[in-house]
């Protein structure tokens, strides 16, 4: 899909104020909530684009896909910030370790410690976030909340990661009231693991996407994952 020269830029602007909107909303600084733009399916020239009006970090869920447009973009400055967010399984670790800057979705200690072995000497440490399955939905992807501490606890001894947080993927829910009620107990968790951590660098909250960022930022989220609200609607190969 082709996108008209001001489409992106006019996406980028709307979601810029989506989210600061909802921080008014909820009484948090404007500067709260990072956007992180969910490129998935979209070509190295968009992501070229939405870096042209300033956009810094970019998400992908498919890893070669996403290691394709990270090389592809190599020469943008500054830098772009490149986060895994989709699912990883062991013979994909050493790919993430070797291109991506961070990784949303470890959620056993298993994959943690592939990454960490993986990390190469002279890129600085993987940022991590633990996948919780906050709702118990069917997708089974996640860690039960019950698990979070003690997995937490082993990944902040690993050498070449740093813990920064905790990441849901909530099953949709109608209503801006019931999408807050599950973001909240992402949030509860969040500050019981921080609290029990101590460690100022676990300090991202991932959760919110196009249909939920107002009710995420509401409920105490650091960094929304926006993919159709800039790229569009998403067309998947067969
Ligand atoms: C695709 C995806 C997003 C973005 O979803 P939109 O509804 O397009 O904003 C966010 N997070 C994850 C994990 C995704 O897979």
Redesign the pocket.
């Known amino acids: 899909m082709k996108h008209t020269d001001t489409q992106l830029s006019d996406n980028l602007r709307a979601v810029q104020a989506r989210i600061a909107a909802a921080c008014v909303a909820s009484g948090r600084s404007v500067d709260a909530v990072q956007l992180?733009a969910?490129s998935?399916t979209f070509s190295a020239d968009d992501v070229r684009q939405v870096a042209a009006c300033g956009q810094r970090d970019f998400?992908e869920?498919y890893i070669q896909e996403g290691v394709d447009k990270i090389t592809a973009l190599q020469g943008v400055a500054p830098a772009l910030v490149w986060h895994c967010?989709?699912p990883m399984q062991s013979n994909k670790t050493k790919l993430v370790a070797e291109h991506f800057d961070w990784a949303?979705?470890v959620d056993r200690l298993k994959i943690a410690q592939r990454l960490s072995d993986q990390r190469p000497a002279h890129l600085a440490p993987l940022n991590v976030c633990l996948q919780v399955n906050i709702d118990g939905g069917e997708t089974k992807s996640g860690i039960a909340p019950a698990d979070v501490l003690g997995l937490a606890t082993e990944v902040t001894k690993l050498p070449r990661l740093v813990l920064r947080g905790l990441?849901t993927?909530p099953d949709p829910v109608d209503g801006f009231d019931a999408q807050v009620a599950v973001h909240a107990k992402a949030r509860a968790l969040f500050d019981e693991v921080k609290a029990a951590l101590n460690l100022p660098q676990f300090d991202t909250l991932s959760m919110g996407?196009?249909?939920d960022?107002e009710a995420a930022v509401q409920a105490g989220s650091t960094m929304v994952?926006?993919?159709?609200?800039?790229?569009g609607g998403?067309t998947y190969a067969a």
């Open positions: 992180l969910v998935k998400g869920n967010i989709g949303h979705t990441m993927i996407m196009t249909g960022l994952r926006v993919g159709t609200a800039i790229f998403r």
